[in-house]
């Protein structure tokens, strides 16, 4: 093989909870993941020396690293020293999801990297071996291996599926500035300050509406502890999260840590109207629709 292609598709967090810091400095999350068809693409070339190197398409936004700091980079980097072997790669990165929006975009270009230099470098890695991997460079990295909807717990990287029935129609509210993950959580244990005792929990009204496709029931039950902290680096959020009310969203949070704004449709043509809705109003610089559950990072071409 010369080359694979695999697509790289964004996350949303149905619902995220929260609990204390642990003692090796992360959050315990219980969280609702669901990976929708907003993609970014990595294609993995080979290369004569042992070189790993990352380039980004032109319409790339600033603020993606384009050197060892890349997750991506990282991931191949990885992948080689637990395969004990010396190829270097090009990796090839097509930015579609936004950067810093709380939507995992670094992430699931690492994931797609994984998948990709596994299939290039032909190691056929086992697959718990793959997600251990995939623990190590983020917690958000596991899901955007595995796709679909899954539980995450731990720091978000203990990840099972879920079982839900249905297409849901999502409309995201894209901000041109990011915010900064580290600066979210800072603010809700400010803000909060969770008891460590007290264990963060899903609402199994999530879980019924999953299983029972109502997106109604979903809107109802969708649910993101950092949409307060969030709110309060952000305060514009709130306005928005009000104008997609009046616009006719079934309901609508705070997508991660923000400053994605998430909200739900009933079904394609109202997440159209929606979205035109939104647009009209400029309450946000960009405005994208997508379907989920979506499968995770996987090999769409090779050659
Ligand atoms: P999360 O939802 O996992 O908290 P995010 O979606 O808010 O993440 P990312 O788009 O993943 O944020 O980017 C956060 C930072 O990671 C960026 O500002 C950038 O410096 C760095 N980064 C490293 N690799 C990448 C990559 N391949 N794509 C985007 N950002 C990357």
């Known amino acids: 093989m010369q080359s694979v292609l695999v697509s790289a598709p964004a996350k949303v967090n149905l619902a995220l909870a929260v609990g204390a810091v642990r ?4 959050h315990s999350l219980s969280t609702v993941y669901q990976a929708v068809d907003v993609c970014d693409e990595v294609r993995a070339s080979r290369t004569h020396g042992p070189e790993i190197t990352v380039t980004l398409d032109s319409a790339a936004p600033t603020g993606v690293p384009r050197g060892r700091d890349n997750l991506a980079v990282r991931a191949a980097e990885l ?3 637990h395969a004990r072997i010396s190829e270097g790669v090009v990796l090839a990165i097509r930015k579609v999801i936004p950067v810093g929006g709380g939507m995992a975009g670094g992430s699931t270009d690492a994931a797609a990297t994984l998948v ?15 997600l251990a991997l ?24 203990l990840v099972s599926p879920v079982l839900t029935r249905g297409t849901y129609h999502w409309v995201f509210g894209i901000s041109d500035e990011g ?4 600066k979210v959580y800072a603010e809700f244990d400010r803000l909060v300050d969770p008891e460590p005792s007290v264990a963060p929990a899903v609402s199994d009204r999530l879980m019924g509406a999953l299983v029972a496709a109502d997106p109604v029931r979903l809107a109802h039950a969708l649910h993101n502890d950092l949409q307060a902290p969030a709110m309060a680096l952000r305060p514009e959020l709130g306005r928005s999260l009000a104008m997609a009310a009046e616009c ?5 949070i705070v997508s991660g840590s923000g400053p994605t704004l998430m909200f739900l449709a009933a079904d394609r043509a109202h ?11 400029r309450v946000c610089e ?5 379907i989920g559950p979506v499968p995770g990072a996987r090999i769409i071409a090779h050659d």
Do not use: H, I, K, Q
């Open 79 to 81: 992948l080689r020293r």
């Open 179 to 182: 915010l900064s993950t580290r």
């Open 134 to 157: 995939a623990a190590e460079l983020g917690s958000d990295v596991p899901f955007c291996l595995l796709g679909g909807t899954a539980l995450g717990t731990g720091r978000g990287e």
């Open 23 to 26: 003692a090796d400095g992360f």
């Open 271 to 281: 997440a159209l109207d929606l979205a035109a809705a939104l647009d009209a109003s």
């Open 116 to 130: 990709a230099c596994d299939a290039l470098w032909e190691l056929r890695t086992p697959r718990n071996e793959l």
């Open 286 to 290: 960009d405005v994208l629709t997508a």
């Open 248 to 252: 006719g969203a079934l309901g609508g």
